[in-house]
């Protein structure tokens, strides 16, 4: 376990304690996904609210990422919040704890692909690209969209990735730009 | 039961079910999932609320196959409704009878899980009350600034990622007091066993579902 | 039993200009019981925290000794038998749910064979007298009793020397006392070395060895002897005062308590309670530690529950919208960077005054404000980089700004100098004088804020009353 040794303590729970803040956040968006599915169920397009959110439960592995920038700590980050979330009693069962691997590790591999040298937004976007690639695969197992018409998944597919690059892209930069400027990240990782 | 093998049955299950397509298969694991979690003492209200969260969804992905699928698109939307209900029933079974600390100590002890991963998402868990909370007041300091901090506000993810970056600094330093020491043996005192029977349950389980999905004829 | 040195201790943070601790050079007797006070934000913290090992000390720059062993020099699993911390803030203290697991977490980290570890736990809280919570989430527990079983850590531990950060800054007086009787008798009976850091002095005159001051020089000074007595009675003195305030019977009321009752986690903190609270006057709330004078704050501004009725201005608080309703009352945080939302000092600034209530605050008036709070020329700081006390004061300003017609203010003056307590007071004055604001303000810190005060309220023993002597 060699990777293991370059993670403190300190990184763990931060990106536990991260993954937990995201979730009960998230928790507040339910309404958007009930409403939205509600409504666009009867015209069999109920995937389009997952879609539309799917991105805001991948900020988590994106974010862990960014912030640790050790190998593994997108998958690692989006596992934990995944754990956490299957405790809490999510809609999802024993599927989050999948979902959440194969989000994490599709994150992971937007940095891999640069070579964990690109915190900027190369990295971000390539990490949105690979994470629709990778969870869109398993959505077409999982949530049997191989059966659907090839223009139903075609717009899937784009809501999906627009999601992706906005809440993992835009609003992960946003959000890295306001930590870059506020000095605390310097701190967090010499102890 | 061993908390990680029932952990690795029941992924190998959800992972097999995602691929497989039928119906009555995914029942049947319902009912055996309503049947182990009977044995042990669940409320019927839990059950129920079982069957009520996630129904929504279910409808969702039925309602999408049944109108935008191709092929048997009946079949389609019943192996996607009670696939959900298959995902749910057998991960109560877990979330419902183990908790955390006991996955913890099975991870540590029998998998060789660093100690500082295990104790440490530990450490994060139990301050779940604390961080809803927290949101609360990260969102109720930005209304008395004037600013409402929706779920799409870097400000709110910014606010809670410092606090996370604090708190995560206090409870580290706080277990290092409490003699934690990173990647140094520790003794244990609650057993975590892993006996042949683990094992034997794991094996039988699989060839179980292996038979459920190639054998039984449920057509 | 355990002597601790510093020798030429010194240590900056990353980005502060001056070292917090200069050449220091002290030697803690074994089994005795010591003071440190100084102010808040002086470096207690980081002494202590140096001492634990939690912070590493850079080369050459003094050293830690435990017996003539630099601390350095002892392997890290063996760091818990010879020393432990107790930390301020008792809610990021615990790894585990329940107080069981946590003292079962620390015994194992310290290698001890399982089967000795139930001995060890029951005695550690028999000793502690909390054999009761044994079983008990830590969640569920009040503030007293979770430094209590920080206490219970330590003792099942068994750590030769045992350092406490401000350990009663949310522990009610009938915990302090039991906690102090406990380290007194640790001290007595197993020969502990004590260090206690606090800036409150009641009560340990006859309790303590040794008062170790942090000198404005940034080192450390041992209080002799005969000037003990003078240290605890000027203090003693600050907290006392002659002002006598009158219960108000008449005005338009603001706040309504109709039956409340809060409680905290398992316990009540307050008793059901009929009160009135006036508009347009400043109302100061004193109590000890841990009554829950806080938590009313934040069940005043729907942050925490509570039962019976509580109305604003005539009208139920739970039936206004969330967002209108923060306008109205705004609390001031005691944790300065709760307020924050932004980067820099001007950034807050301008985003106050985009979103102020009133106008009052013109740009010429904010100038005026930050020269008044030596705050100016500062305007382009990360606010993460200010000291403590210029966030204090910053986080005022802003919240002075937004001019919510009531603004509840949770310890406004913790941890800052006199200078700027009289410049804060003198800003809220005239600022009141031309806003009309309503100001409730708990405090534990009179000097200077006395002549702002129109009425007290005394939150003590579940009951919250108006009371006209303090």
């Known amino acids: ?191 | 039961m061993n908390p990680s093998i029932k952990l690795l049955l029941l992924l190998v299950i959800a992972l097999e079910i995602s691929f497989t397509m039928i119906i009555s298969l995914n029942v049947a694991l319902v009912i055996l999932a309503i049947i182990y979690l009977g044995l042990h003492g669940t409320k019927l209200k839990t059950l129920a609320w079982l069957l009520v969260v996630p129904l929504l969804p279910a409808i969702g992905l039925w309602s999408t196959q049944y109108i935008n699928g191709s092929g048997d698109k009946t079949l389609m939307a019943w192996v996607l409704f009670t696939r959900i209900y298959a995902f749910v029933f057998t991960g109560a079974t877990f979330t419902l009878t183990t908790n955390i600390l006991q996955l913890a100590d099975a991870l540590e002890q029998n998998w060789h899980l660093p100690s500082k991963f295990a104790y440490g998402v530990l450490a994060a868990y139990n301050l779940v009350p604390k961080i809803q909370h927290e949101v609360k007041v990260i969102r109720a300091a930005g209304l008395m600034r004037g600013q409402q901090l929706s779920f799409w506000s870097p400000q709110l993810y910014f606010k809670a990622i410092l606090v996370s970056i604090n708190w995560s600094q206090n409870l580290a330093q706080a277990m290092a007091s409490h003699g934690f020491v990173e990647d140094a043996p520790r003794t244990h005192y609650r057993h975590s066993a892993l006996h042949a029977r683990d094992w034997i349950i794991l094996g039988l389980g699989i060839i179980g579902m292996q038979i459920g999905v190639f054998v039984i004829p449920w057509h | ?470």
């Open chain 3, 1 to 470: 039993m355990a002597t601790i040195t510093l020798h030429n201790l010194t240590f900056s943070y990353p980005e502060a200009v001056a070292p917090i601790l200069d050449q220091v050079n002290l030697t803690f007797a074994s089994g005795q019981f010591t003071l440190l006070t100084g102010p808040s934000g002086t470096g207690k913290s980081t002494l202590l925290k140096l001492m634990t090992g939690l912070l590493s000390l850079p080369a050459n720059q003094g050293s830690i000794s435990f017996n003539q062993t630099d601390l350095t020099a002892i392997v890290p699993t063996d760091r818990a038998a010879q020393v432990a911390l107790m930390f301020q803030n008792p809610n990021q203290q615990f790894a585990m749910d329940t107080v069981e697991n946590e003292l079962i977490f620390a015994l194992e980290n310290r290698q001890l064979p399982p089967q000795q570890i139930p001995q060890r736990l029951t005695a550690a809280l028999d000793f502690v007298g909390i054999s009761h919570l044994r079983h008990r989430h830590l969640n569920h527990l009040s503030g007293g009793e979770k430094q209590k079983v920080a206490l219970a850590v330590i003792v099942a531990m068994d750590s030769d020397v045992i350092l406490l950060d401000e350990p009663f800054a949310s522990v009610d007086p009938t915990a302090r006392a039991s906690l102090l009787r406990r380290l007194v008798r640790l001290r007595d009976e197993a020969g502990k070395t004590i260090i206690l850091a606090d800036h409150d002095l009641t009560d340990y005159e006859p309790l303590i060895d040794n008062v170790v001051r942090i000198t404005a020089e940034h080192t450390l000074a041992i209080v002799p002897q005969v000037q003990q007595p003078a240290l605890f009675q000027a203090f003693n003195q600050r907290v006392s005062t002659h002002t006598t305030w009158p219960t108000p019977t008449s005005g338009t009321p603001l706040f309504q308590l109709k039956q409340v009752t809060l409680q905290q986690a398992q316990h009540q903190l307050l008793e059901p309670t009929d009160l009135t609270i006036y508009q347009h006057q400043t109302t100061l709330i004193t109590g000890p530690n841990g009554s829950g004078k806080s938590t009313l704050f934040e069940a005043l501004v729907r942050l925490q529950t509570y039962s019976g009725q509580l109305t604003y201005l005539g009208k139920d608080i739970q039936k206004l919208k969330r967002k209108a309703y923060a306008r109205q009352v705004a609390l001031l945080f005691q944790d300065a960077e709760t307020q924050f939302l932004n980067i820099t000092v001007a950034e807050e600034l301008a985003q106050c005054q985009k979103y102020a209530y009133g106008d009052y605050f013109t740009p010429a008036h904010i100038d005026a404000a930050l020269q008044q709070l030596n705050l100016a020329g500062h305007q382009d700081q990360v606010i993460y980089t200010l000291s403590e006390g210029q966030k204090k004061k910053l986080q005022i300003l802003l919240m002075l700004i937004m001019q919510s017609p009531v603004l509840l203010l949770d310890e406004p003056l913790k941890g800052l100098d006199l200078a700027s307590i009289n410049a804060l007071v003198q800003l809220l004055k005239t600022t009141l004088a031309a806003t009309q604001q309503t100001l409730i303000i708990i405090s534990h810190q009179l000097t200077g804020l006395t002549p702002l005060i129109d009425c007290h309220l005394r939150f003590d023993q579940h009951q919250l009353q108006y009371q006209e002597a303090f």
């Open chain 1, 1 to 191: 376990m060699k990777w293991a040794k370059s993670w403190y303590l300190s990184d763990v729970i931060l990106i536990a304690l991260i993954g937990i803040f995201f979730g009960a956040i998230f928790m507040g968006t339910n309404y958007v996904y009930d409403v939205l599915t509600a409504a666009l169920a009867p015209v069999g397009l109920a995937g389009l609210a997952n879609e539309l959110l799917l991105g805001l439960w991948c900020m988590p592995g994106m974010l862990a990422g960014y912030l640790l920038r050790l190998k593994g700590s997108a998958t690692l980050g989006e596992l934990l919040a995944a754990t956490v979330e299957m405790f809490f009693g999510g809609q999802w069962g024993i599927s989050t704890l999948i979902s959440g691997v194969l989000q994490g590790f599709g994150s992971e591999l937007g940095y891999i692909a640069t070579r964990y040298k690109h915190y900027d937004w190369l990295g971000l976007t390539a990490s949105a690209i690979t994470t629709t690639l990778v969870t869109f695969a398993w959505d077409l197992a999982k949530n049997g969209y191989f059966k659907l018409q090839f223009w139903l998944l075609v717009l899937y597919f784009i809501v999906r990735f627009i999601s992706m690059f906005f809440f993992g892209g835009v609003l992960t930069k946003l959000i890295t730009d306001l930590l870059d400027r506020s000095h605390v990240l310097k701190s967090t990782h010499n102890n």
